[in-house]
């Protein structure tokens, strides 16, 4: 007895021997071409992304060029600049005379000229460009001395800021020091300029900004250590010539 078929199969047995019709294969072909067109990475979304890489690339250009260190010649002219031109200024000095160390000081100044000098903690002296008074305070017998100056009066740099001034009025060729350091978590590099008897070390960041200072030289008895801050935010408390609480006023020598 010959095997029984279900309708079902047989129709597919005879499906698979007989030809297709003309009909049947193009229906084929265009279901498989609309397959392909599916399966396909659409062009909208190559286009967006392309757009977008070209977006990220921009923009790592734009910082690299951002981030790219300023050249040490650069970078010593706009240190020279911050120091011409400074807005305010904070330093703290450390001074040595003969290997001794001596009290630090601690100087803070605006471009206007006022300026406070904080010598260790024992004296203080505050210089009011507008008012023309300088007013010193010496903290342990808690004295203050007030004195006006004349209309006319320059100023004149403090025998611990000659160093600025110096390099203020600098114009030669300073030569790079090898190696770097690092100061207030930057990197820094370093300038010699020897002038006025002094020998000034000047160290600034890839930005240029002003970190610290050495002096000394042939001769001199004195060395010194300076932390520089440039344009710190400072109070104008700071410059006030007012008496403080506390504090009794002492008469200067006519002498």
């Not at 803070?108 to 460009?129: H, K, L, Q």
């Not at 403090?158 to 770097?180: V, Y």
């Amino acid at each position: 007895m010959e095997p029984t078929l279900s309708p079902a199969l047989a129709s597919h047995l005879q499906a698979l021997v007989r030809e297709p019709t003309t009909a049947a294969l193009d229906a084929a072909q265009a279901r498989l071409e609309r397959r392909l067109v599916d399966a396909r990475p659409r062009r909208v979304r190559a286009a967006r992304w392309i757009g977008a890489l070209a977006t990220v690339a921009t923009a790592c250009l734009v910082l690299a060029l951002v981030l790219m260190p300023t050249s040490r010649g650069v970078a010593f002219d706009l240190a020279l600049k911050h120091l011409r031109d400074f807005r305010t200024l904070s330093m703290t000095i450390e001074q040595q005379s003969q290997g001794i160390a001596m009290p630090a000081i601690h100087v803070r100044m605006d471009r206007a000229g006022n300026a406070r000098t904080d010598i260790g903690e024992a004296t203080s002296v505050v210089v009011n460009a507008a008012e023309h008074r300088v007013l010193t305070l010496l903290h342990g017998p808690r004295m203050a001395m007030l004195v006006t100056l004349p209309a006319d009066a320059k100023p004149t740099p403090d025998a611990a800021l000659k160093w600025l001034e110096a390099i203020r009025q600098f114009q030669g060729k300073a030569a790079e020091l090898p190696g770097q350091r690092i100061i207030d978590g930057r990197i820094a590099h370093g300038w010699q300029l020897d002038v006025q008897g002094m020998r000034i070390a000047l160290w600034a960041d890839d930005d240029g900004v002003p970190r610290a200072v050495e002096v000394g030289g042939h001769g001199m008895a004195m060395s010194q250590r300076i932390h520089v801050s440039v344009d710190p935010p400072l109070d104008a408390a700071l410059f006030s010539t007012a008496i403080p609480a506390g504090y009794h006023e002492a008469q200067p020598d006519r002498d």
